[in-house]
């Protein structure tokens, strides 16, 4: 399986297909309303805004982390249009670990799937880095900043 087999709707309960963003990078970002991590929205957006011929940046709600992401879909998609702007993609609110994990982070934090290597989400606003071809490059904990040079590194080249 390899990431672009992967399922996920968007906040709009439409489908994103992954395979659309062969060729550029893939940034997923456990995102999340009420966390301390959450003014990251604003990096992210610019991030996205700055390198968006070579990045992608998806949005992926959950509420597993001290319960910050309790809206719904409508009430993320407000919250992140009227207090960030957020033009980005973000997905329907899914489990990123545990029993109900989704394929997705499946996929990203399991070395059998991806690869490359294993983790686990420790919390809100983690990054997980997909290159252009697909593969995972690396993951960040949360206090990595979006437009910190260990991303932006790999989107200058």
């Known amino acids: ?30 995102v999340a309303s009420k966390c301390g991590f959450t003014p990251q929205y604003k990096d992210l957006e610019e ?18 982390f001290g319960k910050q992401e309790p809206g719904s879909s409508a009430e993320i998609e407000e919250f992140c249009e009227v207090n960030y702007g957020v033009s980005f993609l973000i997905t329907e609110k899914i489990a990123v670990k545990g029993e109900d994990q989704h394929p997705l982070y499946s996929w990203l934090t399991s070395k059998k799937l991806n690869n490359k290597k294993s983790s686990s989400v420790k919390w809100n606003f983690q990054k997980y880095l997909v290159s252009p071809e697909g593969e995972l490059v690396d993951y960040y904990f949360s206090i990595t900043k979006p437009l910190s040079s260990k991303i932006t590194k790999h989107l200058k080249s």
Do not use: A
């Open 1 to 30: 399986m390899n990431i672009y087999d992967i399922e996920i709707n968007s906040l709009q309960n439409s489908p994103i297909l992954l395979s659309d963003f062969k060729g550029k990078h893939i940034l997923f970002v456990n």
């Open 47 to 64: 991030l996205y805004k700055t390198y968006q011929d070579k990045i992608v940046v998806i949005g992926v709600p959950c509420n597993q």
